[in-house]
């Protein structure tokens, strides 16, 4: 009863973890696409 209580938490901590980490990978490559790289200068974007 109780392995099977912990192995269901680890599984709601990973999946939790994964929409958080998606979620905030979505997030950044949004503001990447939408800020505007023309306005650098050329060495900054391949830093």
């Known amino acids: ?3 099977e209580a ?3 938490f680890q ?3 990973k999946y939790e973890f994964d929409t958080q980490y998606l979620c ?3 997030t ?4 990447l696409r ?3 790289t ?3 200068p050329q060495s900054q974007i391949l830093e």
């Open 34 to 36: 939408n800020f505007p």
């Open 24 to 26: 905030q990978k979505n």
């Open 6 to 8: 912990i192995i269901s």
């Open 11 to 13: 599984r709601d901590i």
């Open 28 to 31: 950044l490559l949004l503001l």
């Open 1 to 3: 009863m109780l392995k």
């Open 38 to 40: 023309h306005k650098l």
